[in-house]
């Protein structure tokens, strides 16, 4: 938790956005964690891509409504989908998710002969994003996709943490002894939630003071 991933996933949101042939989609199934049903996962996940994209999505109750979702109707362009908090699901909602997803992705394949644009789903790409990987963790059978790559977000090194702190240090006028910098990266070994939270913490504690830290 806390490592960054969601904040490295709006980056790559919006380096594709960029490009202008795809359509993104980030949202979060955070509020779907307490969920006992199929379809208040999936009115989760419909609420979020209507707030998201300020567009008119059918309300579904069954998984395999799942892939009406992503079709010309609407979408006019191949899609580009992110899901944080993928793992806050029970294990359950999980595997129907992704086999759902592979189902999509094997009618695609199908349709190798159109362009992306062009397949009857317009689902191009998928990221599921958690703390562990969970593409067929819970699921006996292994995983429902042939093809997967799971991403690590590497804590931050010394030399990182310790720029962290001078920048800090330049824009504030607030002087930070580099023994400080040292022990809070020994004691956190790089956790990023855990470096920004000690920064927090000692900047309200001293910077209102303008003392050293």
């Known amino acids: 938790r806390q490592s960054g991933k969601t904040w490295l996933l709006l980056q790559v949101a919006a380096a594709i956005k960029q490009r202008g042939d795809f359509e993104v989609v980030i949202t979060t199934l955070q509020t779907a964690k307490n969920a006992e049903t199929a ?90 994003i958690g703390v562990r990987n969970v593409l067929g963790i819970e699921n006996v059978s292994g995983s429902p996709f042939n093809i997967q790559r799971s991403l690590r977000i590497p804590n931050l090194t010394a030399d990182e943490v310790t720029a962290m702190f001078q920048w800090y240090a330049q824009e504030s006028g607030q002087a930070i002894e580099p023994a400080v910098i040292e022990r809070i990266f020994y004691e956190t070994q790089g956790q990023p939630g855990l470096i920004g939270w000690l920064g927090e913490l000692l900047t309200e504690t001293y910077n209102h003071h303008g003392d050293t830290i």
């Open 39 to 128: 379809a208040e996962v999936l009115d989760v996940l419909v609420t979020n891509l209507r707030n998201y994209l300020q567009r008119d999505f059918p309300m579904i109750t069954s998984w395999t409504e799942l892939r009406t979702l992503f079709t010309a109707p609407y979408f006019e362009r191949p899609v580009i989908l992110i899901l944080d908090e993928f793992d806050a699901l029970a294990p359950t909602f999980i595997n129907a998710f992704v086999n759902e997803f592979r189902s999509i992705y094997t009618e695609r394949l199908n349709e190798a002969g159109r362009i992306s644009a062009e397949k009857s789903y317009l689902l191009h790409g998928l990221a599921l």
